[in-house]
């Protein structure tokens, strides 16, 4: 089967794109809106993008109507009417419910904090709270936001943050900043309702060795 894009809805494109680029890690992102009120909402359009500096991107894509959705609002630079920073929590299995339930389009200036039970910590540099509960939590300063369609129902938009802070919880890392991924319990969003765990795990030399490894 070849498909061309441009003959295929909007919706079908959506359900290539979360159907085959899986699993995607999520993206528990805090933000506050420039009044102060604070925001908590699921993206797995996500990921780390660079180590100098520390960057990583999430994607909040434009509402039904064309509008931004609150973390992207509340995200974008101050320049561009947002407050530029934004917090990572990693999603993990102990509150899977509570991601799931934060993807709620709740009013503006409503906090998905109440409505999924999680708790405001305050970050250690930014204004919003990290999540309490999160043994991952990056703070970031939002570098730029690109605009693929603005203004556009399902419009993309990237915003790309620069980390100036990380939490991590005792015991996680080692001395060589490994982390446990069995203690860190990572979940990861695939098609439709379906999520996945990463507790089924394989290794793999990098390069010619993994040719003949067994896996
Ligand atoms: C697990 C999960 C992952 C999601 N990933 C995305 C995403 O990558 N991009 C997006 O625009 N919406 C995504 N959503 C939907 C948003 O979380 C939802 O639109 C939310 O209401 C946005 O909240 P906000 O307006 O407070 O930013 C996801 C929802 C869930 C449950």
Redesign the pocket.
Request: with cysteine.
């Given at each position: 089967m070849e498909l061309n894009p441009s003959e295929l809805t909007v919706t079908e494109r959506y359900k290539l794109l979360i159907g085959a680029v899986v699993p995607r890690p999520?993206a528990f992102v805090s933000t506050t809106s420039p009044d102060g009120r604070p925001?908590l909402?699921?993206?797995?359009?996500?990921n780390a993008v660079g180590s100098d500096p520390m960057t990583l991107l999430?994607?909040?894509?434009n509402n039904a109507d064309g509008s931004e959705?609150?973390?992207?609002a509340n995200a974008k630079p101050e320049s561009e009417g947002g407050t530029g920073q934004f917090v990572v929590n990693v999603a993990v299995e102990a509150y899977k419910r509570q991601?799931?339930g934060?993807?709620?389009?709740?009013a503006r200036g409503e906090s998905?904090f109440g409505l999924v039970g999680l708790t405001e910590a305050p970050s250690a540099v930014v204004r919003p709270p990290r999540v309490g509960e999160s043994p991952v939590c990056f703070e970031c300063e939002t570098v730029q936001v690109i605009r693929t369609n603005p203004g556009a129902p399902a419009g993309g938009n990237i915003v790309i943050g620069r980390v100036v802070h990380v939490f991590v919880r005792d015991g996680l890392v080692n001395e060589r900043m490994h982390v446990d991924a069995d203690t860190l319990g990572a979940i990861g969003?695939m098609g439709g309702a379906a999520y996945c765990t990463t507790r089924d795990r394989f290794s793999l030399p990098p390069g010619r060795a993994a040719l003949d490894a067994d896996a």
């Amino acid at each position: 089967m070849e498909l061309n894009p441009s003959e295929l809805t909007v919706t079908e494109r959506y359900k290539l794109l979360i159907g085959a680029v899986v699993p995607r890690p999520i993206a528990f992102v805090s933000t506050t809106s420039p009044d102060g009120r604070p925001n908590l909402a699921p993206f797995s359009f996500f990921n780390a993008v660079g180590s100098d500096p520390m960057t990583l991107l999430f994607c909040p894509a434009n509402n039904a109507d064309g509008s931004e959705k609150d973390s992207l609002a509340n995200a974008k630079p101050e320049s561009e009417g947002g407050t530029g920073q934004f917090v990572v929590n990693v999603a993990v299995e102990a509150y899977k419910r509570q991601v799931a339930g934060a993807g709620e389009p709740l009013a503006r200036g409503e906090s998905e904090f109440g409505l999924v039970g999680l708790t405001e910590a305050p970050s250690a540099v930014v204004r919003p709270p990290r999540v309490g509960e999160s043994p991952v939590c990056f703070e970031c300063e939002t570098v730029q936001v690109i605009r693929t369609n603005p203004g556009a129902p399902a419009g993309g938009n990237i915003v790309i943050g620069r980390v100036v802070h990380v939490f991590v919880r005792d015991g996680l890392v080692n001395e060589r900043m490994h982390v446990d991924a069995d203690t860190l319990g990572a979940i990861g969003r695939m098609g439709g309702a379906a999520y996945c765990t990463t507790r089924d795990r394989f290794s793999l030399p990098p390069g010619r060795a993994a040719l003949d490894a067994d896996a």
